[in-house]
Nanobody, 118 residues
């Protein structure tokens, strides 16, 4: 059973940076994908970025491309989301999740709040 714990959220001014961490425990397979999502109040959860567990392929939402970078450390069983040039519209609860190749999400973290002030 996979468990995920996010950390690193906080309050930052527009233009600032934060680095989120997603620590995983349990069995993650090399063909699994770790994804970051976010959900702002009153809005649907949206995809932010993803990386496969072999760390060879990444993907980004258009809204964060060029500002956010996803990376991972297999030895630490951790995936990171470096967020630069933050905007107020990046304010949301950020979640990480594990997706199997069949598209099924098998685990979600509890989320970490990111607030960007203008």
């Amino acid at each position: 059973q996979v468990q995920l714990v996010e950390s690193g959220g906080g309050l930052v001014q527009a233009g600032g940076s934060l680095k989120l961490s997603c620590a995983a425990s349990g069995r993650i397979l090399s063909w699994d994908t770790i994804a970051w999502f976010r959900q702002a109040p009153g809005k649907e959860r949206q995809f932010v970025a993803s990386i496969n567990w072999s760390l060879s392929s990444t993907g980004y939402a258009v809204s964060v491309k060029g500002r956010f970078t996803i990376s991972g450390d297999n030895a630490q069983n951790t995936v990171y989301l470096q967020m630069n040039s933050l905007k107020p519209e990046d304010t949301a609860v950020y979640y990480c999740a594990v997706r199997r190749p069949d598209g099924q999400y098998i685990a979600w973290g509890q989320g970490t709040q990111v607030t960007v002030s203008s």
